[in-house]
Structures are given as structure tokens and as C-alpha cells.
């Protein structure tokens, strides 16, 4: 087997002394708080995304060497590793096409799929999807990188364009050789599972852990977005082509059978356990409660979605002229329950800033970005054709620098110690080691000053700019007894970071 930079310390596990992080179960930085970050976008594992609903013979390839390179020059140290089901499909109304290569198992035929090429045979796996999968963990972890093994989407399968989000997937009827039909998301992600779909889920699912079991940079996730057991809005029925907004089953309990798959694989077979998180299901029968399977499910980590009571009724912070959901603007504190994977995709898609990064960091959460200024590329390629509606490169930078600012902090911090805290200063925002260090937010910009409580003691004062990111020292601040102590940022303008540590 490949060694990766990162084997020494083994693979993850929730921290005991902080469970808002992970922690390697050995090596040198085991008991050190992990903190992870980064931007994701949806070919970050198979090929054949572009503009426009239909795609070349040939797909588009992702260079996934320029990739690694684009996040580690930003500081970051995470991967949301895409897997979309679909071998043909489209997103944003038709403005994309996803028709992704290579899927998990061999296009032998007899007959031709949708697509004009071989069906599939779902009972032989095409070795090329798992040797890719490796590789591209493997290289993730040499450059330092976590990565989020996803393994289903559910958005895709209900929420992107009729009919190929069924009719595309290789379990549809004419696209394989086994007679297995599925007719809609139900029949893939909703319990009773036909036990011929499901043998071939837990044959997939297994045949995945065996392929990456061993690589320490690994964690598991079981689906995108899945749904919940409720009906999309008539606006987001309008936008898919359809009559009347449908109601689709729940995938909770198949979620939570998808966990336990794992877990008894890993176990069965001695592997070491790697953490699994469930994230968002959209839609939910009731809005401000899509929180609470991922709550109760047996996943080490959740990436919550929008819960906001503005939002019950349908309404959706997408939607014209409503304002941001809780999880953008003033993130709850993270209580410890479950380690948070706070991803923009599920609360505010095609939004992201540095404010965003810094507040979600100091709330004791992990920022994470879908990105969808990549589609166009890995670097600024100028104006995009308006019909795409894709986002501008450079839109997302300072969302993207930020990721990487609040790691080097994350790191800097003895992390595994500290707590979010919303009354140390008058902020709102710090990350607390109480009498040692002190990660302190203004938020506003405009020069006010701000206060934090803090025991008697001398600290050594540092200030960073969030938008500027320049940093500045300050003279040490001795506090001669216990109490509040006023600071102004030096920069004049702009959000900034307090950085105190205890000295002497």
C-alpha cells in the first residue's frame, strides 16, 4: 500500500476533551485538536461537468493536481469528495451538465444506456471508479488533506432536472443488464429498499470501505441532501418542469442503515472505524426540525441545514429578498453534540465571505465552502456568459483566504481546550481558553471599541484584518484584577481578530 503524509498520526476520532473537533487516534498530534476547512464543487471526482445540457463524447476532466494545488496555496486541509450518481444529468435548470464518468460498475452491455454507451452490469464493479477513488485520496492526503468519502447523492435524484435525475441513473430500467428498475428517489433511499437494490447498495458501500479503509485521511459521508419526507415549493417545481410540487418518502431510516453498513463492515473486518456524517435532507415535512434526525442518527459528524422559524412555510433563504439564514450570518455556538461541518451548500448556496468563515470558526464549527466559482475553472477566466449563471472566480477569494486564516489560527490555539463563547466579549464572538488564550471577532468594522472579561494577568496582544489580513502586535495588556478590558482594532476599518495570550 501508498503511504501518505498523514498515516502516522491514524485516522480520526471525536475528541473527549472537545467534541467539537477530532483528534488522531495516535502519532504525534493525537489529543491536538483537528480543525478542518475547505472548498468543494461537484466533479472533484468524476469527470464530465460543463455548461450547457448537453456534454461532449469525451467529459471534461477536473486537473485534480491544480486542485490540490488551489487549496493548499489557500491553507486548506479539506475535501468534500463529490460522488453524483447520475452517468447523465443536469443542474441549475439545464445552465450545467453533470454526466459523470466513471460510476462504480462496468458498462458491459448487451444494449446501449441512455447515453448511447453500454449498460451497466450491476453485479460486476469497474475497478477504474475504486482505483480513482484511491488515488485521489491518497494524493489528498500526501498534500495534507482530509477527504469527506461521500457515498450517495440524493439532490441530484430528486431535485435536478426531469427526467434524467432517475432516467440517467444506471438503476433505471434500459440503462443496465440485471432488470433492476428504480422510478424515483424512493426506490433508492427510502425504507423498505427492494432487497435486490439494497444487496447492490451494501455491496457498493462495503466494496468503498475496503478500497480506502486503510488511508488515515479518511471520513465517510452518506448522502446530499436526500429527502426528508416533505414536498418541494411550487418555485422549486416550476424550476425542475413539473406540474405540481411531489411529495417524496424520508430517507432517515435508510440514512441510518447506511451508517450501520459501515460500522459493521469496519468492524467485521477489523478495519480502523473512520467518523461518518449525515448531512442536510431537503426537503423536510417541517423546516425548522431537518436538524433533528442528523441529531439522533449515529454519525460522528452533521452539516446542518437552514432551521430558521423565518423559514417555516416553504419559504428559503435562496429565495429572492429573504435574508440569511442563522447559519451564515450569526452561526449558533456549537453545543458538542455532534461535530459540525458547517458547508454554505445547505443554508447558503452560492453565497460565502470571510465573515462567514470567522464567525462559523469562533462558534466552534468547521467552515466549509460549496464553491461553485470553480465550475469554471481553478483560476479567474474572466466574465462567464450571462445564461450560465456562473459565478465569477474571484467572487468567492475572500471567503476562500479566510478558510485558510482561520486554520492558521486553529492551529496556533491550544484548540482542544478552548470553548465558544458568546459573553466573554462583548462581540459576541471568541473562541475561550479560559486564563490562557482568547480568540476574539469584531465583526462590524467601523472602529468601535469592544470589551472582554479577562482574569488578572499580562497577555500579549496581536490584531489580524479579516479583509486586509494583515497583522499587527501591540504592546502587552496587564490586567491588574479580574475584569472587563476595552480594545480597538489598529486597522481604522474593517472586521478584525483579537488574538490574546497569557505571558509571564
Request: aromatic content about 10%.
Amino acid at each position: 500500500m501508498t503511504t501518505t503524509s498523514l498515516r502516522a498520526d491514524g485516522p480520526l476520532a471525536v475528541a473527549t476533551r472537545n467534541p467539537r473537533y477530532f483528534t488522531p487516534t495516535s502519532g504525534p498530534r493525537a489529543g491536538r485538536a483537528v480543525y478542518l476547512t475547505g472548498s468543494h464543487i461537484w466533479n472533484n471526482l468524476h469527470d464530465g461537468m460543463g455548461p450547457g445540457p448537453e456534454g461532449p463524447a469525451e467529459p471534461e476532466q477536473l486537473d485534480y493536481d491544480a486542485y490540490l494545488r488551489f487549496l493548499t496555496d489557500r491553507g486548506h486541509n479539506f475535501i468534500r469528495l463529490w460522488r453524483w450518481e447520475q452517468f447523465r444529468s443536469q443542474a441549475a435548470g439545464g445552465n450545467y451538465h453533470l454526466n459523470m464518468e466513471p460510476q462504480p460498475w462496468a458498462r458491459t452491455g448487451p444494449g446501449t444506456a441512455k447515453d448511447g454507451k453500454p449498460r451497466f452490469d450491476l453485479e460486476r464493479f469497474d475497478e477504474s471508479f475504486f482505483d480513482r477513488l484511491r488515488d485521489r485520496v491518497i494524493r489528498a492526503g500526501e498534500a495534507g488533506i482530509y477527504v469527506g468519502v461521500m457515498l450517495f447523492d440524493g439532490w441530484a435524484l430528486h431535485l435536478s432536472p426531469a427526467p434524467d435525475h432517475v432516467e440517467g441513473h444506471p438503476f433505471h430500467a434500459g440503462n443496465n443488464v440485471n432488470g433492476t428498475s428504480v422510478t424515483s428517489i424512493d426506490d433508492l433511499q427510502v425504507q423498505p429498499l427492494d432487497p435486490t437494490v439494497r444487496d447492490l447498495q451494501a455491496a457498493y458501500v462495503r466494496k468503498v470501505v475496503d478500497t480506502v479503509h486503510d488511508l488515515p485521511n479518511v471520513l465517510w459521508e452518506v448522502a446530499n441532501e436526500s429527502a426528508g419526507g416533505g414536498a418541494a415549493s411550487e418555485e422549486f417545481a416550476k424550476a425542475l418542469g413539473m406540474d405540481e410540487p411531489p411529495v417524496w418518502g424520508d430517507s432517515t431510516e435508510w440514512q441510518y442503515w447506511v451508517i450501520d453498513v459501515v460500522k459493521q463492515h469496519e468492524a467485521a473486518c477489523g478495519y480502523p472505524v473512520h467518523p461518518i456524517g449525515m448531512t442536510m435532507q431537503f426537503p423536510v415535512a417541517e423546516q425548522t426540525r431537518v436538524n433533528e434526525p442528523l441529531l439522533r442518527s449515529a454519525a460522528e459528524w452533521i452539516s446542518p441545514g437552514y432551521d430558521d422559524e423565518i423559514f417555516s412555510n416553504g419559504r428559503h433563504p435562496m429565495s429572492p429578498g429573504e435574508p440569511p439564514s442563522q447559519w451564515f450570518a450569526d452561526p449558533p455556538v456549537a453545543d458538542g453534540a455532534k461535530v459540525i461541518l458547517s458547508d454554505t451548500d445547505h443554508y447558503a448556496p452560492g453565497q460565502g465571505d470571510a465573515l462567514w468563515a470567522w464567525k462559523s470558526f469562533l462558534r466552534g464549527h468547521h467552515p466549509i465552502l460549496m464553491d461553485f466559482g470553480l465550475i469554471g475553472g481553478l483560476e479567474p477566466a474572466g466574465a462567464s456568459p450571462a445564461d450560465t449563471g456562473e459565478p465569477p472566480f474571484e467572487l468567492y477569494e475572500p471567503a476562500r483566504w479566510a478558510m485558510g486564516d482561520t486554520r492558521r489560527y486553529a492551529e496556533r490555539l491550544n484548540l482542544i481546550d478552548t470553548q465558544p463563547d458568546r459573553t466573554t466579549a462583548s462581540t459576541g464572538y471568541a473562541l475561550v481558553n479560559p486564563g490562557s488564550e482568547y480568540l476574539v471577532l469584531e465583526p462590524h468594522g467601523d472602529g468601535r471599541a469592544f470589551t472582554v472579561d479577562l482574569p488578572a494577568g499580562s497577555y500579549a496582544v496581536e490584531w489580524f484584518g479579516v479583509a486586509s489580513r494583515d497583522t499587527s502586535t501591540a504592546d502587552p495588556r496587564t490586567i491588574d484584577a479580574a475584569g472587563t478590558a476595552e480594545f480597538a482594532a489598529p486597522f481604522g476599518s474593517g472586521p478584525a481578530v483579537l488574538y490574546l495570550r497569557r505571558i509571564g
